[in-house]
C-alpha cells in the first residue's frame, strides 16, 4: 500500500515535535511537509535537536493542497484563520489539535463536519470521518475518568476535578508562569473554575448521560514537571467499590490504550506513551476516580495517530507501541 503523505502546520511547538517524532517511525506514513512560516528554510533538526541525524527534511512556508492527511498544530482559535487561508483537496482528511471544532455548535466548518476524536467514544464514528476535531488534553484525562459512571447513568450530584499538568501544557510560547524560574520548585491554578476544556468535558458526559444536570467543578494546577497530566474526580456514589471498577472494566474492555489499575497511579507509569490508567478508590460515599496521561502524547499527538489509524482502517496501535520513561 502506498504510503500516507503527512503535512503538519505549526511545525514548531511542542505538539508538532511529537507529531514528528511518531510519524517519521510509523510504517505506513512518510511527512510531505512540514509548515512554519518563523522558521522556513531552517532545518527542523534546528529546532527539535533530537532529530538531528534522523531527519533532514526542512521547514516551509509552502502547503502541498493535495497531501493525504493534514495535521494543525496551531494555537487555538488559528485552526479556522488557517483553512480560510489555505485551500486543501476534497481527499484532504484534517486532524484538528487546537479547540476550533471541538464542540457541536463549531463542528461544521465550509461543509466540512468534524468529530470529536475521542476513540473510547466515538470510535465508530471516527473510523469513517474526513475531519476530526482532536480532544484536548486536560479533557481527554478527566473524560476517561468520568465516561463509565455516565454511560451506566450514575452521576447524579456534582462531580469535583483536581487536575495538574506539566509545563508542556502550556506551550512553547514564553510567559510570566512558563520561565524556569517561575516553574522550579513551584505549583499555582489557573483559570479555576472556568478552563476552555470544561465545553467538550460536558458535551461528552451529556452524550452518554442526557439526564445529567448538576456541575462539573474543575480546578486545573501547573505543576513544576514537563509533562504529564494527574487527575482526580471524586462524586457522590452509592454502589462499592468493587462494583466501580466492573463498570470501568466492562467500558474499557475492547479500549486499546485505557486501561484500569489495581493499585494507585503515578505519572512515570504513563508518560512517554499514548496510554491512559484509570483507577477507583471508595471513602464513605464518595468514588474518587484518578486518571493519567501524557499531556503530549494520548492528550494530543498520540491521539491525533491513534485517530489517523482508525480513519485509514489501519491497526489502532501502530506507530505507538511506546516505552514509558520509569526511571
Known amino acids: 500500500m502506498k504510503k500516507i503523505k503527512a503535512g503538519i502546520?505549526?511545525?514548531?511547538?511542542?505538539?508538532?515535535?511529537?507529531?514528528?517524532?511518531?510519524?517519521?517511525n510509523h510504517p505506513e506514513t512518510e511527512i510531505d511537509f512540514v509548515f512554519s512560516t518563523s522558521n522556513a528554510g531552517n532545518k527542523i533538526s534546528k529546532?527539535?535537536?533530537?532529530?538531528?541525524?534522523?531527519?533532514?527534511?526542512?521547514f516551509t512556508d509552502t502547503v502541498n493542497p493535495d497531501v493525504d492527511v493534514l495535521f494543525l498544530c496551531l494555537g487555538h482559535g488559528n485552526s479556522v484563520k488557517f483553512?480560510?487561508?489555505n485551500t486543501f483537496s476534497d481527499n484532504t482528511k484534517i486532524i484538528d489539535l487546537g479547540n476550533d471544532f471541538r464542540l457541536e455548535a463549531d463542528k461544521v466548518f465550509n461543509g466540512k463536519s468534524f468529530v470529536y476524536g475521542l476513540p473510547e467514544l466515538n470510535k465508530e464514528a471516527i473510523v469513517s470521518a474526513n475531519y476530526i476535531a482532536n480532544p484536548g488534553c486536560f479533557a481527554t484525562a478527566i473524560q476517561l475518568g468520568l465516561l463509565p459512571l455516565a454511560d451506566a447513568g450514575l452521576l447524579g450530584n456534582d462531580v469535583h476535578i483536581n487536575a495538574v499538568t506539566g509545563a508542556t501544557g502550556a506551550g512553547t510560547s514564553l510567559s510570566a508562569t512558563t520561565h524556569y524560574t517561575w516553574r522550579d520548585n513551584n505549583f499555582s491554578y489557573y483559570k479555576p473554575f472556568?478552563?476552555?476544556?470544561?465545553g467538550e468535558i460536558n458535551q461528552s458526559v451529556?452524550?452518554?448521560?442526557?439526564?445529567?444536570?448538576?456541575?462539573?467543578?474543575?480546578?486545573?494546577?501547573?505543576?513544576?514537571?514537563?509533562?504529564?497530566?494527574?487527575?482526580?474526580?471524586?462524586?457522590?456514589?452509592?454502589?462499592?467499590?468493587?462494583?466501580?471498577?466492573?463498570?470501568?472494566?466492562?467500558?474499557?474492555?475492547?479500549?486499546?490504550?485505557?486501561?484500569?489499575?489495581?493499585?494507585?497511579?503515578?505519572?512515570?507509569?504513563?508518560?512517554?506513551t499514548n496510554k491512559c490508567?484509570?483507577?477507583?478508590?471508595?471513602?464513605?460515599?464518595?468514588?474518587?476516580?484518578?486518571?493519567?496521561?501524557?499531556?503530549?502524547?494520548?492528550?494530543?499527538?498520540?491521539?491525533?495517530?491513534?485517530n489517523m489509524n482508525l480513519m485509514y482502517g489501519l491497526e489502532e496501535t501502530l506507530g505507538l507501541g511506546l516505552k514509558a520513561t520509569y526511571f
Open 9 to 24: 502546520i505549526g511545525g514548531a511547538g511542542y505538539t508538532a515535535g511529537e507529531l514528528i517524532r511518531l510519524l517519521i
Open 194 to 198: 472556568t478552563h476552555q476544556h470544561l
Open 206 to 272: 451529556n452524550q452518554l448521560q442526557p439526564s445529567f444536570n448538576s456541575e462539573i467543578i474543575f480546578m486545573p494546577n501547573r505543576g513544576n514537571f514537563s509533562r504529564g497530566i494527574f487527575a482526580t474526580i471524586y462524586t457522590d456514589y452509592e454502589g462499592t467499590v468493587e462494583d466501580a471498577k466492573a463498570i470501568y472494566e466492562a467500558f474499557y474492555a475492547d479500549a486499546k490504550f485505557t486501561f484500569v489499575a489495581d493499585d494507585f497511579l503515578h505519572m512515570k507509569q504513563v508518560v512517554n
Open 277 to 306: 490508567l484509570v483507577h477507583v478508590h471508595k471513602h464513605n460515599g464518595k468514588l474518587l476516580i484518578s486518571s493519567v496521561i501524557d499531556n503530549l502524547l494520548k492528550g494530543a499527538s498520540g491521539q491525533a495517530v491513534q
Open 47 to 58: 529546532i527539535h535537536q533530537d532529530l538531528v541525524g534522523t531527519l533532514d527534511l526542512k
Open 83 to 85: 483553512l480560510e487561508a
